[in-house]
Every structure is written in structure tokens, then in C-alpha cells.
């Protein structure tokens, strides 16, 4: 690949690499396209992501407006059954993940590793025994909000009201850490950050942020909430949504400052990535990561930080796969 030295582009083909976030099969219930077949639409299908070197991607299941609050089941239940369709048609390539020895798996079989996500609580409709049962379909990640207020916490758009977990969303925390399922605080409030960092007895994860430090978006985390997340034994995705990167013309360099920024805050075993992919517009990509298969670029361009080997495949993959494996099983 252009631009990638053969060090680097043998260290991705080797590592295990984990993206715990894209809004992909949305993306392909919008666009009528399919995981199987290479598009030049959007930034994942699976001819790409095993081009990039992909060996676990998390596949989100995020609720729009339009069907809440009634319909936010139903909905959630359609997106479920695009994916397992996805998931029967391309069994040669992709087999779900519902413990870290599946992504192990997926590795040694040269195929994608899928996790279920669902992004916003909204998607249980206020019942523990709704979480039950999107475990038993295989989810195994919760983002607890989208930036809306929801029955178990407020999102960043009602960060002004300092209002954090509800009593439900304690209940759900604390059921997921039974169950064995991934906590996800992108999006949530400060209060709710810090409310739920008290309640976990597992690692949580912040799915797709970057460092408010070297760019003041508010999806972004202060290095005292990097520090917080990691003291869990959590994680940390760093994104490659633009605006999140740089407040104009974002480039691959300043999202490598943000990976080496917070590897220096919370720690070398805390770092990982959560692209985003096809959750935000595709016109405005990184022009060195237009899409999944370009992601050795990174590999090299943390190599060329000075990063080392070690340091970059635990970034990679290896520090997803270690939370995965003790938040999940």
C-alpha cells in the first residue's frame, strides 16, 4: 500500500485488529447496498475491512428519531435482522462474536469477527428484561445514551441539567456487568460518566472519542475523565469523525496526535480505535483514511510517532480484546 513501509504493514497483517464502532448496518438499510459486496459508497463492507487487516468490528444499532419513542423495539429488531441476514450470507468472511475467543477465532480463520452493539438505551424501552433478551440475540455492547435524554441517563445535548444516571440506568449497569456485556459512556453526559465509573464492577469502554485537550468538542474526554476510564481497567476508541479530530481540515496527522495523546494520559493498555465509519459523511473523510482498507496508513504513522511495536498492537486490537475478554467473557 502507498505510503506504508513493509515493517508496518507486516505488523497490521499480524496484529488483531478491533474497531468498536461503525454505523454500518444503518448505513446499508438507507443506502439498499450489502455488507458482501465492495461499494464506493460509505466506508465499510466486508471486501474492505478484510483489505484494512479487520479482524473485530463492533456493528452499532443506533434508533432514529422518527421511531421514538414507540417504535424504538421494532426498530431495533429490523436493524437485528439485517445483520443476521448480513451474518447468513457471508458466513465464509464473518462470524459473530459473543466472547473473546470468537475474535481469536476470526483471526486464525482469516475472517471478521462482528460484535452487536446498540447505541441508546432507548432500545430496551425501559425494561431489564429487554436487555435479557437483545444478550441472548448476541449483543454484547450497550451505549448507554445517544446525546438525548433517555429512561436511563442524560446525553451531552442535556449536559446543562449536570443530571446523570437514573435509577434504571444504575439497574442496567449493574445487570450488564452481570450478564457480561461491554458499558459504553460515548456520548453520555459528564455526570453520567462519572455516576457510572461508581456503580461498574467491570472495565467500561468510551466507544468513539479523541482528546478535549488537543480539540474542545464536547464528545471528546478531558484527561481527568482519560484517567477515570482507564483507572476501571477501561478503554478508550479514538475516532476518526473530523470535527472531533480538528476544528478544520483534519488530518491523519492530528488524529495520530490524539492516539499518542491519550496512550501518555491514560496509559498504554487503554487505547484503541472507534472509527465512526458510515456515521458521519462520507465526503468528509480523512483524505490518508478514506475508508476501512486504508488503515495500515495508521499503523505506519504510529510506528513513525515512535510508538513501539508493542505499544502499536496493543492499540491495534490488543487492548479491546483484553476488555472484551474481562467485561465479557
Not at 439498499?32 to 456493528?59: I, K, M, W, Y
Not at 480463520?109 to 441472548?136: C, F, N, P, Q, W
Not at 451531552?156 to 440506568?169: K, P, V
Request: contains cysteine; hydrophobic residues 45%; proline residues 3%.
Amino acid at each position: 500500500m502507498k505510503g506504508v513501509s513493509p515493517e508496518a504493514l507486516e505488523l497490521h497483517r499480524r496484529a488483531i485488529v478491533c474497531d468498536a464502532h461503525c454505523d454500518t448496518i444503518l448505513e446499508l438499510d438507507r443506502r439498499g447496498r450489502t455488507l458482501g459486496e465492495r461499494s464506493n459508497l460509505g466506508h465499510v463492507d466486508l471486501p474492505r475491512l478484510l483489505e484494512g487487516g479487520v479482524t473485530a468490528q463492533v456493528f452499532a444499532l443506533y434508533v432514529e428519531d422518527v421511531y421514538l419513542p414507540a417504535h424504538a423495539v421494532r426498530r431495533t429488531l429490523q436493524l437485528l435482522d439485517r445483520f443476521y441476514c448480513e451474518l447468513a450470507a457471508n458466513g465464509d468472511r464473518m462470524l459473530l462474536a459473543t466472547c473473546a475467543a470468537d475474535i481469536r477465532r476470526a483471526k486464525e480463520e482469516g475472517k471478521v469477527a462482528a460484535i452487536l452493539g446498540l447505541e441508546g438505551g432507548e432500545a430496551l424501552d425501559g425494561t431489564l428484561a429487554s436487555l435479557r433478551m437483545y444478550h441472548r440475540l448476541g449483543v454484547r455492547l450497550l451505549t448507554l445514551t445517544w446525546n438525548r435524554r433517555n429512561a436511563l441517563a442524560d446525553g451531552l445535548d442535556e449536559a446543562r441539567t449536570e443530571g446523570g444516571l437514573t435509577r434504571f440506568g444504575v439497574e442496567v449497569v449493574k445487570e450488564m456487568n452481570r450478564l457480561g456485556m461491554l458499558v459504553d459512556l460515548a456520548h453520555l453526559s459528564p455526570a453520567g460518566l462519572a455516576d457510572v465509573l461508581q456503580v461498574t464492577t467491570s472495565p467500561v469502554i468510551v466507544s468513539h472519542a479523541n482528546a478535549q485537550a488537543l480539540c474542545n468538542h464536547c464528545r471528546n474526554l478531558s484527561d481527568e475523565q482519560l484517567r477515570a476510564v482507564a483507572l476501571t481497567g477501561g478503554w478508550i476508541g479514538a475516532t476518526f469523525v473530523p470535527h472531533f479530530i480538528a476544528p478544520q481540515n483534519a488530518t491523519l496527522d492530528h488524529l495520530l496526535e490524539h492516539i499518542v495523546h491519550m496512550v501518555r494520559v491514560a496509559g498504554e493498555d487503554h487505547v484503541g480505535l472507534g472509527s465512526d465509519h458510515d456515521g458521519f459523511n462520507f465526503q468528509e473523510t480523512l483524505a490518508d483514511l478514506p475508508d476501512v482498507s486504508y488503515l495500515p496508513r495508521l499503523t505506519d504513522g504510529l510506528l513513525r510517532r515512535g510508538l513501539s511495536e508493542r505499544v502499536v498492537d496493543k492499540v491495534l486490537g490488543g487492548n479491546f480484546l483484553r476488555v472484551f475478554e474481562e467485561a465479557v467473557g
